[in-house]
């Protein structure tokens, strides 16, 4: 049996870790969880069983629920977070929080030598050499929570990484794929959370669409696969059936492929295998044809700009994940036009100087810089 914490229960990522979890109640079993705001989902969970821990977000939720379950203990806050991981009765950390407050569990969990099973994407972009200093130092395992990276996994499994020519991410170019940089200008926020092929989040849904996204995957595979910016590449492929490849030193070329759903990464970072999920089978004859081309670096400037400034280490990457966390929001909040993202980021990013980052408080620092210099632009009208 092994025993979990859940961070982000209430999200797209986190519902379907639920289901993974209820398939396997021989093997999986949830004894905390975290839900941000979502009343409703405690309430459905409280029904069949208590846990060790509840964390939510806000004090007053905390102080109501507290009276309402008097035998079931709640946290609330950032705080209630790590004390959810602080926990000692749990194997793996499941981390599908969304954005920066991700990165202090999951070294917290490392230093505590739990396994992390990391859907937060933003603790690789952000601290990937701090966070996989810890991995060596406290010898625990990292799991990738993402359809490329779980591919990249399957697909690397059994094989020495001196066989490995490139690794090879696909894009499904997001929900504005076929519209051009001139009506760009004209979205709205519902036309941006229509994605094509899978059911997400709102901000990783926008982070698709800008291909914020798939820049932060190569990141994330820069560090889970030790390898060279340059040798990972990114191809678009509008239906989302192939979603990793790995090219070899012999140029042979294995895919990973699957239907879109995000329950067979989870599953297999939790189990490590491919157990049934009740799913339409991948029927490759109705498909007919399979498409891929070239990233377009004009129409969607953004992922040439993010790798070419990560590359460069130091601060770069926590600038730019936290201007894109507010430039997101505030499209959402519909204080911005979606291009206005791309501006945002860049001028954050191009005026913050250089900066060497070695602690977690260096890159919490960043972080709060990097988010009071995107909100003024917002402010003065960018």
Known sequence: MKKCVLLGASGSIGKQTLDIINRHPNDLKCVAFS??????????????????????????????????????????????LIACVEL????????????????????????????????NKETLVVAGQL?????DQYKVHLYPIDSEHSGLQQILYGHSMKEVNSLIITASGGSFRDLSREQL????????LQHPN??????????????????????EAHWLFNMDYQRIKVILHPESIVHALV???????????ANADMRLPIQYALMGVHSDLNQKPLDLASLKSLNFKEMDDVRYPLFSFILKK??????????????????????????ISFLDIEKIIIGTVETIPYKELKTL?????????????ARAMIQEGI
Not at 185 to 192: F, G, H, L, N, P
Not at 247 to 257: G, L, N, P
């Open 35 to 80: 839900v941000g705001k979502n009343i409703s989902l405690i309430d459905s969970l409280l029904t069949h069983e208590r846990f060790e821990l509840i964390c939510v977000q806000n004090k007053e939720d905390y102080d109501f629920l507290s009276v309402k379950y008097p035998d079931q203990s709640f946290v609330y806050g950032d705080k209630g």
């Open 88 to 119: 000692n009765n749990y194997d793996i950390l499941i981390n599908a929080l969304v954005g920066f407050v991700g990165l202090s569990p999951t070294l917290k969990a490392i230093e505590l030598g739990k396994d992390i099973a990391l859907a």
């Open 131 to 135: 966070v996989m200093q810890k991995i």
């Open 185 to 192: 200008e004209q979205v709205t926020i519902q036309d941006a």
């Open 198 to 219: 899978w059911s997400m989040g709102a901000k990783i849904t926008i982070d698709s669409a800008t291909m914020v996204n798939k820049a932060f995957e190569v990141i």
């Open 247 to 257: 090219e070899f030193k012999d140029y042979s070329v294995i895919a990973q492929m």
């Open 310 to 335: 990560v590359n460069l280490g130091g601060n770069q990457s926590t600038l730019i994940n936290a201007s894109n966390e507010i430039a997101v929001n505030a499209f959402l909040n519909d204080e």
């Open 361 to 373: 408080e260096d890159f919490i620092k960043a972080d709060q810089e990097a988010r009071a210099f």
